[in-house]
């Protein structure tokens, strides 16, 4: 985990602790940042899952 030194709108951060029911910054901070990154590790997850069923060529003829 890193250190960074950002302003933060008091409201809004009083407004996500109790929307996230979180009871410092830093676990606002991190519980918003983990809520808004999922749905893009969701896409992240089924586009692996789609690359990992499909059927390549066998490796020994991939450069030819």
């Known amino acids: 985990m890193a250190k960074?030194?950002?302003d933060i709108?008091?409201?809004a951060l009083?407004?996500?602790q109790a929307e996230l029911r979180t009871?410092?910054?830093?676990?606002t901070v991190n519980e918003a940042l983990r809520r808004a990154?999922?749905?893009r590790n969701a896409k992240v997850?089924?586009?692996?899952d789609r690359l990992g069923q499909r059927d390549f060529a066998p490796?020994?003829?991939a450069w030819r």
């Not at 997850?45 to 692996?48: S, T």
């Open 4 to 6: 960074h030194l950002v």
């Open 9 to 11: 709108d008091e409201t």
């Open 14 to 16: 009083a407004a996500a």
């Open 23 to 27: 009871r410092s910054m830093k676990e």
């Open 37 to 39: 990154g999922a749905p």
């Open 45 to 48: 997850h089924e586009a692996l």
């Open 59 to 61: 490796r020994e003829e």
